[in-house]
């Protein structure tokens, strides 16, 4: 991770880092990030999307994770002065949960690690989720690697379906 002495003060809005709108934006705060890795936060609530008197199912954890890597896309991009663009949730491999709900009052860390870019914008991340109370080195309540496409022009990828 970059050292605290070059980390932002205070991080983005993550709003303004990922291509979603409305209750459709899951995850609540970035907490850190470099240019491999991101970690936000989300808590778990009564109107969280998707919650059921058990908490939130954790099936909907690959949504938190793919808004994590958005977002870590989004922080990059305004780093580089370039607007958010829009990306693609390509499939994950071994998505394991060791709960079945993130339970409600629960807050959650979303740790995403970038390790693999390739020039066509197709990327793969290893994700976990844990609990922010855990102590370190606990378990993760979620783990899965995840890959991800985001074109160079998503009317245009759309349009035609290359990946060039």
Not at 56 to 82: C, T
Not at 144 to 160: G, S
Request: charged content about 20%; some cysteine.
């Amino acid at each position: 991770m970059t050292s605290p002495a070059t980390m932002p003060a205070t991080m983005p809005d993550i709003r303004s880092l990922v291509p979603h709108s409305g209750g459709m934006v899951l995850l609540e705060r970035v907490v850190s990030a470099d240019d491999e890795n991101l970690c936000a936060e989300v808590r778990i609530h009564a109107g969280s999307v998707l919650a059921t008197a058990d908490g939130v199912g954790s099936w909907v954890g690959i949504e938190y994770m793919a808004q994590a890597i958005a977002a870590h896309a989004g922080w990059l991009a305004e780093r580089r002065g370039d607007a958010v663009k829009v990306g693609f949730l390509l499939g994950s491999r071994k998505y394991e949960a060791s709960v079945p709900y993130f339970a409600l009052g629960s807050v959650l860390r979303v740790h995403v690690h970038r390790v693999l870019q390739a020039e066509n914008g197709l990327g793969a991340f290893d994700c976990r989720i844990e609990s922010a109370d855990a102590a370190p080195g606990a378990a993760s309540l979620a783990t899965a690697t995840v890959t991800v496409f985001q074109p160079d022009n998503v009317n245009q990828f759309l349009k035609d379906g290359n990946v060039a």
